[in-house]
């Protein structure tokens, strides 16, 4: 697969890119590599990764918790402290091996350390390779509240290697296809439409549709790398999506919901709305019903947690002017961002997915 040129980022695939990779780490006058790994990359990817690895620059590892539970403010100041303990100056190197986690939280450790080091992204879960790692968004959790603390600021180099997918659970995958599905529904009736018999993909049709969903991604976040208007569009599905997967977090008696599970429902609870609001065509909306709860099951939501669940909603990074902002569709590929929902429409969406 050819590389893919995004604006402030290249993006090679698979075991071409590790000569590309050599190529940059050795020409570019860095003092020391730092590899960020989770408990989970430290046991299953970083021994492969490190193979390939072509260097005689001093090579360090700094390992977190894995889990959305541990990107926080506190694990950054580890990881600031890890490197600071480790000598690291503003020409060391940081190299993300991980999920969205990793990526998320290590491209901000990066950006922030003594205002600001390289970093590159190794991302090995389905989710950080279509999502997490491409466009540059870096940051932390606050407490449960998902992403209210971060920066903008894109690795050098992405390297997606689908080698590290046969480490994930099945879970993660569908956690993964959330996002692809997401491109789908908000760009392409084509694409979408390659995702109807979900059982029947195998790893070759995953690695064109992986390399088409980074093509989606990165054409609107070339268009709009701050988020003013277009890249809206991508968080389809995650203004609810994000609060219950915040109120899941809260309630330790609450089953683990990933995060592309919290998105599926996001995404069945807009549609609902959409059909509502936008014209979205009801008989659409049943089948993205039947094929969301068909592949990732069907989540129990209480009616008594409805209100605690939209009350998360004022904390969406969308918000502006005290309005809380949807992302809706009119047809599919044709979203409509700056959407005012009612809480009793919200409320309706609960019942119809629960239906």
């Given at each position: 697969m050819d590389s893919i040129q995004a604006s402030d980022s290249i993006i090679h695939f698979n075991e071409p890119s590790y000569a590309l990779l050599n190529k940059y780490v050795n020409g570019g006058n860095f003092s020391k590599i730092f590899v960020l790994v989770d408990t989970?990359?430290?046991?299953?990817?970083?021994?492969?990764?490190?193979?390939?690895?072509?260097?005689?620059?001093?090579?360090?590892?700094?390992?977190?918790?894995?889990?959305?539970?541990?990107?926080?403010?506190?694990?950054?100041?580890?990881?600031?402290?890890?490197?600071?303990?480790?000598?690291a100056d503003r020409k060391s190197l940081m190299i993300n091996v991980g999920g969205g986690v990793v990526t998320d939280l290590g491209g901000f450790a990066a950006c922030t350390f003594k205002r600001g080091i390289s970093y590159l992204n190794i991302p090995t879960t389905l989710l950080s390779m279509v999502d997490a790692s491409v466009g540059g968004k870096t940051g932390v959790d606050l407490g449960h509240l998902k992403n209210q603390i971060g920066v903008i600021s894109a690795p050098d180099i992405i390297i997606i290697d689908t080698n590290y997918l046969d480490t994930l659970p099945k879970s993660q995958m569908r956690s993964g296809l959330a996002e692809m599905l997401k491109h789908g529904l908000i760009s392409d009736e084509n694409y979408w439409n390659k995702f109807k018999d979900l059982k029947s993909l195998n790893l070759k049709d995953l690695d064109q549709l992986i390399y088409e969903s980074i093509l989606i991604k990165k054409h609107v976040v070339d268009i709009d790398p701050f988020e003013q208007n277009l890249r809206k569009t991508l968080n389809y599905g995650h203004t609810l999506g994000h609060a219950i997967e915040s109120y899941f977090l809260s309630k330790p008696d609450k089953i683990d919901l990933l995060h592309g599970e919290a998105i599926a429902i996001g995404m069945v609870l807009a549609s609902y709305i959409s059909t509502k609001l936008?014209?979205?065509?009801?008989?659409?909306?049943?089948?993205?019903?039947?094929?969301?709860?068909?592949?990732?099951?069907?989540?129990?939501?209480?009616?008594?947690?409805?209100?605690?669940?939209?009350?998360?909603?004022?904390?969406?990074?969308?918000?502006?002017?005290?309005?809380?902002?949807?992302v809706l569709l009119e047809a599919i590929g044709k979203p409509k961002i700056d959407c005012l929902v009612d809480d009793n429409i919200i409320i309706d969406a609960f019942k119809f997915y629960n239906s």
């Open positions: 989970n990359t430290h046991t299953y990817c970083l021994a492969n990764f490190l193979e390939r690895l072509e260097t005689d620059l001093s090579i360090e590892i700094i390992e977190i918790e894995a889990g959305e539970i541990h990107k926080t403010i506190d694990t950054c100041v580890g990881v600031w402290n890890a490197l600071s303990d480790l000598d936008t014209g979205f065509p009801e008989a659409v909306n049943n089948e993205i019903k039947i094929l969301f709860k068909g592949f990732y099951g069907h989540v129990e939501i209480l009616e008594s947690e409805y209100a605690d669940i939209i009350e998360l909603l004022k904390y969406d990074k969308k918000n502006e002017h005290g309005n809380i902002n949807f």
